[in-house]
């Protein structure tokens, strides 16, 4: 337990929040991305920002699967659960995304069949349970989830459930960083690499972004300490005039990643051509899309699906947010018709987005310290 | 989304494909151990699950130190609904 109460240690924070300001060089400014969105979520609840000195700037990345998925996609999910055979399973996390028109939820409310699942694996039993009936699972996600998805398809497959089939907007997260990286109004110093993902995928796919981009990149936990200790080493490696990928959260992360993952992965997904983004339009090589083997499970060859592009609401700058390019607050609707309670865009539903998270962390602080509450 | 959540093996089924009963502050589930098939887990184990499947074995510690991440991240909550949701559907 010796380590975890250290984590606990607010003297360990400080120290480390005292070394970055000894490493970052006066004069100079930086900008780290921090990729994954539950880092994001946790920069803004533990106010990190307040324990960095000024010219180092968290620039919120791409890493929630929900924001970055563009709304056509919802609104052809949600045509195919028109059939009234049909039943549409998803995570929570999608319920409340806004499509054209109405959030699953919204259509659920209006008749259609729609339910949460907290697995895929539940999704398949569904089907099971059904047979008279096609069960869909939307399933979204970067590489953390993409491998479960895959299983649960190879299990359909070996037993030969016909009646199920997945509507696959799994995403990776390599093509996202590389998107930005050459997007030209981007300026970043270096990365906060994904936790979770990178059980999956390893440290190795980030080698390019050290040896080619010279930025560095260190793997990090989730907790205040990781974070901070993720950016002692980033100044660290600065300083040092080197760019390296570093693994923080050695106690999670192995360096080779899950092979047996890759594995399932490889077998039933390949990589899209390309794939549109929320906010950074098409990217290509960016998503899996379900292989040849599997077509009888993939519902975009099983049904007809409209495949219209469609703009997010004008008003609302999700885009911008998401390239970092503009901060929450900066966005028109912001706090006015955009909340967690009525979102627009998708960044206000996940609480790994980071409309939500400085909505729920800041912007609430702030309104009560104007009516004089104490936070 | 990416929530990892630490559960410890009570149960193996050798007879079914890679299933477990796991066991998360008191809740005990069904998941999916067939992600690790190069090392399987044996009963009185520790795991990273996430969605139904376990990601990854971990020992007592990481896995104690994870619910406190999990604490401070104030995501106890979700990660309990998610445990107690699986094998159904609302």
């Given at each position: 337990m010796k380590f975890v109460d250290e984590f606990r240690d607010a003297g360990v924070i400080t120290k480390a929040s005292e070394e970055i300001a000894r490493l970052a060089k006066p004069g100079r400014e930086y900008r780290f991305m921090e990729v994954c969105g539950g880092h994001t979520h946790a920069i803004y609840r533990f106010g990190l920002k307040d324990l960095l000195p000024a010219c180092i700037e968290l620039v919120h990345g791409p890493g929630c699967p929900v924001c970055v998925l563009p709304m056509g996609r919802i609104d052809d999910g949600l045509a195919i659960a028109q059939n009234p055979d049909v039943i549409f399973t998803a995570f929570g996390d999608m319920m409340r995304v806004p499509g054209t028109h109405g959030s699953p939820l919204e259509h659920k409310a209006r008749g259609m069949d729609v339910r949460i699942v907290y697995s895929p694996a539940d999704a398949l039993k569904l089907a099971q349970k059904n047979p008279d009936k096609h069960v869909m699972f939307f399933a979204i996600g970067f590489e953390t989830t993409a491998p479960s998805t895959a299983l649960t398809l190879m299990r359909a497959k070996q037993l030969g459930i016909t009646n199920f089939s997945v509507f696959c907007n799994h995403v990776t997260i390599i093509p996202a960083i590389r998107a930005i990286l050459d997007s030209p109004d981007m300026r970043l110093d270096a990365f906060i690499g994904p936790g979770h993902v990178s059980t999956v995928i390893g440290c190795r796919p980030y080698e390019w972004i050290a040896a080619k981009e010279s930025k560095p990149i260190v793997i990090s936990g989730f907790e205040p300490v990781d974070i901070l200790q993720s950016i002692v080493m980033i100044l660290a490696q600065m300083n040092a005039g080197e760019a390296k990928v570093e693994n923080q959260y050695k106690r999670v992360v192995p360096w080779e990643g899950s092979r047996a993952a890759l594995r399932a992965m490889a077998e039933v997904f390949e990589l899209r051509p390309y794939f549109e983004w929320r906010g950074m339009g098409f990217i290509s090589q960016s998503a899996l899309r379900l292989r040849d083997g599997y077509a009888q499970w993939d519902s975009e060859q099983r049904f007809q699906v409209p495949g219209v592009r469609v703009t997010d609401p004008k008003a609302a700058q999700c885009g911008e947010v998401l390239k970092g390019v503009l901060k929450p607050a900066q966005c028109k609707l912001f706090g006015n018709e955009c909340s967690p309670e009525h979102p627009v865009g998708a960044l206000m539903v996940s609480s790994e987005g980071s409309c939500a998270a400085y909505y729920n962390y800041e912007h609430r602080k702030a309104a009560l310290t104007s009516l004089g509450a104490p936070v | 989304m990416c929530l990892a959540i630490p559960a410890k093996i009570v149960e193996l089924f050798p007879n079914e494909d890679s299933r477990a009963l796991v066991e998360v502050a008191g809740v005990r589930r069904h998941i999916d151990t067939?992600?690790?098939?190069?090392d399987p887990p044996q009963t009185g184990d520790w795991v990273l699950i996430h969605v139904g499947f376990a990601l990854s074995k971990i020992s007592e510690e990481q896995a104690r130190e994870q619910i406190q991440t999990l604490v401070l991240l104030g995501e106890t909550e979700a990660a309990m609904q998610e445990v107690e949701g699986y094998g159904q559907e609302t």
């Open positions: - | 067939g992600l690790l098939v190069d």
